[in-house]
């Protein structure tokens, strides 16, 4: 891993991490995945623990992380945070230190829903166990960032054009749908995006701004990197001769600053339900260029937030992007926890 | 494992299986089983991942999975499918897809109950996660099947009986107890024991006739191997001599047809009522072969199915049957998506 | 491991155990947490499976234990009883009995709350099960003993105390709290202290006596070591000079022979809430031994059991004390069940 040495560092956002640092992840990654293929991925994690305590469920994280433990040697436990004793009001610290001594590394999916919908109290959660905690805290998703999952997305992004991103457009569409989403991956999204020096769209209805700090980090982030950041709330100007589009729907930002409990469900559903041509059909996904993908984290909700033409269609990636998932989170642990 | 390949093969249900591919599959077992007691299993499924997806409960299943993908060096992930996306409505072919990017083989366990209790649906729904994933399938039972159970009864019993068990009578009873019980276990019995050519009997109270094109399946099968299968209502006849018995209890014809929600559990169990006689006891053991054995997929029903008497008396082997889901499981994983 | 054979043994009570083979327990896990930290634990429980089967929730001791069997090369399987057949009625010599089969080790916690609040049936149904498996049973938590947590403790102070304890202080202090706790770990403390010659002190207030049964064993316990075992309601003159506090809430004795269903929670609160006064403040904390060190089996209730300022302070060894917990139990899976 040339110079770079990320042991016992915390990932908590994408942002904290150098380019060199995340370059060194995806070397790692792009080298398991051969590896996995040829069937002699080294055990870079035998017999070690990677505690995931999740205060909100998990399908692809979960079975992600796990089978990356389990691909490395080592072993990933799954918890559910209302089993354990923090629910009955044991306090942080003493949480952390217990996984501290017992394991390797330990990850954290925290979104809003989980800390009364305070936007922000998932992220500051996760920052207090890495406080206290000596070993890596690596977010699995909170209500600000996810950086596994950025670190993946640009992974094959890059993969897919062949590692010649700068200046391609990449747009973040808000999209329609009766589910009310977390900022998390579209803010992390943004934030590397930018760093690669793409040209980065978000595309979105009036009132569907994210975090205003983070999208000013961001417009930093392409000032240094010779990319750029757009916002916009024209998506037919934004989709045409996109080279990624990313079709996700997210809560408003009234919803997102006052909390759900408080704005309420209906309100929030009533403000989706004004922007349900907000989806990427098949004829949307024509204009973009000739080469574009359609990327997603997954879930998708599909007829929703995009036509099963366009998910299932030839410029959708969203499978390889899922399964490099699996390297990318194989390359954090081995490189913050393993035996490297 | 001679000129029979594996890799990749789906397991919905035996009858899917051709005899040489099951035959395959409990030599392996045999040597896993030997090997184990002699302290060296190879790693024949070394650091990959098996997903167990349950939309309902389970303990053997887990447990035997489980501990056989640690055997062969592996780890299989236990998902209650309520805590998934899924449950979210993420559709069946991104869920495939998922889990077929991240491990190696998708076992999945979807019994009447978790459908809405139409029967095939459960067996209809496992197919569709088949045909999206390129990983294979194991049917961990379902409605209509319970392949790796029914592939350990006929190991088990060929183990006990020498390899010898053409002709042998094999009795599929059905038992009296107040638990409604799917007909997968009872029917992937009946469709493997007349392709090994044993004389099957299943007998049963009127009004619980299982999936009628299954036991023409069987018949056929019978035809094939030499084998037999009668049906009756006279328990005390079909015991008479009887080589194996399996004391079960399943549900009526008319409740799985109709589905248990709009039948009715209370009229269900009068019709279970009424034949509270249907029971193993010793008196009734008694009558089988001299060299007859008790066979059960547990959990049995104690005082309902069958007295202690004879689960805890020397006929019976269920604690053996339960021990060869281990090595049988192993097999299959190690066949199916092992490093063999 | 000397003369000491433990392979196979159950561990219900550190009292069923003698010094002996408790010391080969505490020299094999000192000689994993050397190893620990140079990176070659050997792998003494290789592709070997310990099933936990948890009545009631947990936090440490199954994250401990898994961390542990992974540490050695196998697995330990969280199962949740309330998932099983168990809790729909399948008997305990038919579970006993499959986990034997399937697996190396069982263990098992079960404390009043899970068996209607009787006590002493939650270690029964704990002997129960070892009756009948042939694979060795331990307590993982009953509502009488805690034998893994008990040796770790006793490991720690040798450890602190360079292992040199006998006629050492060794406090078990009663502490305020609004939590309803068992008695087990106590117990299991003052029989393992008085084996191992310390001075142990009981100290609580009036009507919180624990077993007198077992508070009549440590007293011959020390009558045999050279140790003591005294019982004061004086906290104040309990903790002068002492060289181990353990400040821990425990339910009361009419509460516990009652039964907590019966009793009431709200009466049993009340007669905590006449102690309030029962923590352990760094007033308090000074009066020990110079080198006093103050323990915890965790969670510690701060601000009731103690101040965080003692437990955060120079005297607590609560997070080293949690991390031997690691190897203390790798250390028993492998004297139990392992490749030794």
Redesign the interface.
Known sequence: MSLVDLHGKDLISTQEWSVEEINAVMELARSIKIRRYS?S?P?LFK???F?MLFYN????T???F??AA??????A????FA????A????I???A???????HALGIRILESAVDYVYGMGNATIREYAKHARIPVINMADDMYHPTQAITDIFTILEKFNGRIEKKKYVIMWAYSD?IRSWGSVQDEMLIATRYGMDVVLAYPPGFDIDEKLVEQARENARESGGDLEITHNLKEALRDAHVVFPRSWASHECVKTGLNRFGREKELELHNKYRDWKLTKELADTMDRHGIVTHV?????GQEADDEVM?GPRSV???Q??N??YVRAAVLALVAG?I
């Open positions: 069937g991925v055990e017999n070690r623990t505690f469920t998990s399908t692809r979960r079975a992600s796990e089978a389990t691909l490395l040697g080592g072993h436990q799954f918890i559910d089993t354990t004793r923090g009955e009001g044991e306090v610290r003493d949480i230190k217990m996984y501290e001594r017992f394991g589910k997954l879930p998708v909700f599909r299932d969203i499978y390889d899922a399964e998932l699996l035996r």
